[in-house]
């Protein structure tokens, strides 16, 4: 079943701007991570948020975690024409499904240069 | 560089046909995986492997016959496949199935086309 929708499906912003992604997932998680993927190449591992942690950062990455409502966002500040991707969050279960990720549909930025 | 190669990137193919997929990785991890990604769709887990042994068959019907000889090295036999097979199949890693809050590593994935 799915497990993490992010939103919105689509964004488009002008190189500088914020972007921002949100993801929600629906049972209880170890950690939520997020992925980029350029067009034609494989996931690329962003950041590692654990569920007992509410914020992160790495760069001009944020990340937040809400596990009361089940969601989750990833800032891009003052983005560039690289960033240009698709976005996906990725959850990450308990108990036997230690290391097994479920994905959601992600999120396909456009920075415009 | 990922540190997990995978041949062909491209590969097209007749419903009739017999081809593999290879997925190496170079990160001395123990855990690999296969997923499938068709446009629209959110990535679809295949198959998991843990040192070696298969730990994980998502439902994936028999024409798609996974292969494990180590640690290292993950194929993916295709054979009789259908029109709605085409897609981009990626191989990812992680350091071991069974430990929590790990990240995974992702080739470049084989973009396959059903004739």
Redo the contacts between chains.
């Keep these: 079943s799915?497990q993490?929708e992010e939103d919105p499906q689509a964004l488009s912003i002008q190189e500088g701007e914020n972007a921002t992604m949100n993801c929600s997932y629906k049972t209880s998680i170890?950690?939520l991570?997020w992925?980029r993927q350029n067009s034609?190449?494989?996931?690329?591992?962003l950041i590692?948020i654990?569920s007992n942690e509410r914020e992160k950062h790495s760069g001009r990455l944020r990340v937040t975690l809400d596990t009361s409502k089940k969601s989750s966002s990833l800032l891009i500040t003052a983005s560039r024409a690289a960033d240009t991707a698709s976005y996906?969050c990725a959850t990450?279960a308990?108990g036997t499904s230690?290391?097994?990720?479920?994905?959601?549909?992600?999120t396909i930025l456009t920075v415009h240069p | 560089e990922t540190g997990v190669t995978q041949t062909p990137r491209h590969l097209v193919m007749g419903m009739t046909n017999k081809k593999s997929l290879k997925c190496e990785q170079h990160l001395g991890h123990n855990a690999m995986y296969w997923y499938k990604q068709s446009a629209k769709k959110p990535l679809e887990l295949m198959f998991v492997y843990n040192f070696k042994e298969q730990t994980e068959n998502n439902s994936v019907p028999s024409r798609f016959s996974p292969e494990c000889p180590n640690s290292s090295h993950l194929f993916l036999h295709l054979h009789t496949l259908q029109p709605e097979d085409s897609a981009l199949y990626l191989c990812a890693s992680s350091q071991e199935l069974g430990q929590i809050n790990q990240p995974q590593h992702f080739g470049d994935g084989t973009r396959l086309s059903i004739l």
């Design positions: 799915q993490g170890n950690n991570q992925y034609g190449r494989g996931l690329v591992h590692l654990r996906f990450g308990g230690y290391g097994k990720l479920t994905f959601g549909q992600g």
